[in-house]
């Protein structure tokens, strides 16, 4: 149990090494600037914006401040295709909240180096068009493979669309979503990369100072919380696997240790079995927030299920194996024997089953 419990905290730590953006990025101010200079043009110049961040996990810059009455916003992508910026509540993650859905402003530039902007409200795995198209500035250019947009945007959104929110109040925390598609134009594609993080709407208050509106809880934290049980439900299963078949195939060259296999399963099993039980869990929570539903996910969902199976045969297994199991001393019985290579070969393939869906969980979007 040592062992296992020192395995179990090593894929913990290297979950959190793996799985994009865990804990999301820090608050970032959206400073308040009464004498923009900001000239929607296409074209970002330093220091024409009042404050400047990169995402740290989708590599997009943005570039952004307003006046009370307009956001102005540039955003420079790592990639050439369609780029999207959203604002929502903090308590919402995903595109779709309690009651509405995520404001979204899309950008891809065409071919012909013409911008289309898209005013659109993010609605589970879709996005909507809005019934009102505010943006009232845009410009955007196409510089060595990368995507440069501008735009400016009322603070207050149309009363005409459900957004989630209304508008950006100075003083208030908000959540934005950054989101980009490395070489496509056609904004039906899905995002090579996303990202959440907060945001302070400034009201006169000096870059950096910390807001004096601080939530109970952060932005991100239902997304956090199950990325916790997520990475939890993954050693407990990686590790249970991984520890159980390492005992198979020392059994084989161990006699004790094959009679006392059986109980050594028993006592794994309801850890695998509680790594599911929280990986399917966390799973449902992520998709109940909005994400994607690709063809990744859809392959590992179907692992999961198949995973369910063969976890429900491994227990019915175990059980019959301790009933067959020898007494010290005695040779085992050729049923034994047959029900312990059905569960070998059941555990082999739940070991390569649980390393697949790590390994298709490793290469989702964040």
Known sequence: MAKLLTLSIALIILSLMVIPHVFGNSTIIMPYNPNSRVVIDGKIGEEEYENTFTDQYTAIKVDWEHDNIYMYIGLTSPGAGWIAIGFTDTSAVGHEGPTGGV???LAAIQNDGVLNIYDLIGKGFVHENASVFDVVESAGARENNKVVVEFKYPLKFSENDRYEISGLEPRKLYLYELAYNDSSIDISTPHS??????FYVGDNIPQGEVPPVVPALPSNSSRTIFVFIHVVGLAFGLGGVTANVVLM??????????SIMSKVSKTIGPLIFLGLVLLTLSGIG???????????????????AVLWVESLLISYLSSKL?????????????????????????????VVLW????????????
């Open 249 to 258: 195939i020392k059994a084989r060259f161990d006699k004790e240790l094959a």
């Open 286 to 304: 992520f998709v109940r927030l909005g994400y994607p539903l690709t063809r990744t996910l859809i392959v590992k969902l179907h692992l999961v």
């Open 193 to 198: 990369s996303v990202s959440w993080g907060e």
């Open 103 to 105: 404001h979204m402003i």
């Open 355 to 366: 390393y697949t869906t790590t390994a298709l969980g490793i290469l989702l979007p964040p």
């Open 322 to 350: 301790g009933r067959l199991a020898p007494k010290l001393g005695e040779p085992p019985s050729l049923k034994f024997l047959s029900t312990r290579r059905k569960m070998q070969a059941l555990v082999a393939v739940g």
